[in-house]
């Protein structure tokens, strides 16, 4: 099993609930990997492939980018964006994932 597969199938046990939060939907493009993740208020499910026709994020990486991202904390920067090494329709969003996950 790949390390990207393993981080997404631990995305739910490790959400952080927000009260309040609405619902969000993330759809990841992680080098041969494809996942949707929707996040509630009260819960996050991580489910394989593309389940909606319109993320209110997306982002696509290289697999070596996003371990770097969720497992060392490292954020993509705007040179990341620029240099094509990830794509993104919002990189604010983003970086709140961090605190989202205890990852």
Known sequence: MSKVREIFQAMPSRYVP???????TYYFSVGPE???VSMHADRCEAVP???VDNADVV???????FEKMVLHGKMPGPIDIAR????TNDPAALQA?????RM
């Open 97 to 101: 994932l961090k605190d989202r996950f």
């Open 18 to 24: 927000s009260p309040g939060m609405a619902t969000k």
């Open 49 to 51: 492939g593309k389940t």
């Open 84 to 87: 094509g090494k990830i794509k």
């Open 34 to 36: 494809k996942w949707t």
């Open 59 to 65: 982002l696509k990486c290289d697999p070596a980018l």
